[in-house]
């Protein structure tokens, strides 16, 4: 149930597309004296939660940042935890099934490992007829790649350069078939975008939070959709 009374629920619209970037497993971890892991572990409990907030209050299009790609810069034993929850949650094929959610997956998934490229797919093809949320997850995913690689598409294909319009570039993006973040959101007290989503998020709102991402609650996604509906957009009008 969302915590919006019923009055107020009416009057409130939802961003079309949120994009969070889930930060701030590690410091949760560490203030409770655990293993950076174990941060891994209840940060991913919170994004199903989330996602299942999000379908059931409407949301169009959520995109979560799960793993970058700077990431890799971490130890081996950290990004092998992260590799391993992402593999737990895509092997659960019930995932997500009974209710209505899409699930996309943006990035590089060349370099992940071959179980995970055919969990990968089969939960994209398992999922591809809801008709609920589309959820996007962002693995090995970051924005600059994302271009570079677009542009090197571009070419590939021997699109004039008079041809290229901003609506050209949009259409090489790994998120070609969804539209821009309208709401970006990021937990854990950093106020930058860690490349994600550079291109997209060009007019898009953001929302900043020191509750780190295990913390994380539908009320705080509440309050921040609360404060989405105060923002006035005017897009460079007046
Ligand atoms: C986000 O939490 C998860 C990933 C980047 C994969 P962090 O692991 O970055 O948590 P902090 O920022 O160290 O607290
Ligand atoms: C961004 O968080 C990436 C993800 C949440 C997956 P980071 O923790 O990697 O970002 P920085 O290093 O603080 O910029
Ligand atoms: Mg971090």
């Given amino acids: 149930m969302s915590i919006f009374k019923k009055k107020e629920q009416a ?9 969070i970037i889930m930060d701030g497993n590690g410091r949760w971890a560490k203030n409770r004296k655990m293993p950076r892991s174990a941060g891994h572990v209840a940060g991913a409990k919170t994004f199903k939660t989330i996602a299942r907030y999000c379908n059931k209050i409407g949301l169009k299009y959520l995109t979560v940042y799960a793993f970058s790609t700077e990431n890799w810069k971490r130890p ?40 995970i490229k055919a969990l990968i797919d089969k939960n994209v093809e398992g999922s591809k007829n809801a008709t609920g949320l589309t959820l996007y997850i962002a693995i090995n995913y970051g924005g ?19 041809d290229i319009t901003e609506d050209t570039v949009s259409a090489h993006l790994y998120t070609k078939d969804c539209p821009d973040p309208d709401f970006i ?48 957009r005017r897009f460079g009008g007046i």
């Fill in 11 to 19: 009057e409130r619209v939802l961003p079309e597309h949120i994009a």
């Fill in 76 to 115: 081996k034993a950290e990004v092998d935890g992260i590799m391993n929850l992402l593999r737990d949650y895509l092997k659960d094929a019930e995932n997500f099934k009974d209710e209505n959610i899409r699930v996309r997956f943006i990035g590089n998934l060349e370099p992940l490992a071959d179980d």
């Fill in 144 to 162: 600059r790649d994302e271009i570079t690689t677009a542009v090197k598409e571009i070419v590939r294909e021997g699109i004039p350069a008079e």
């Fill in 185 to 232: 959101i990021r937990p854990s007290g950093e106020y930058r975008l860690s490349n994600y989503l550079i291109w997209q998020s060009a007019y898009a709102e953001y929302w900043f939070s020191d509750i780190l991402w295990p913390d994380f609650t539908p009320k705080h996604l509440e309050k921040a959709i609360e404060d989405f509906n105060k923002r006035n």
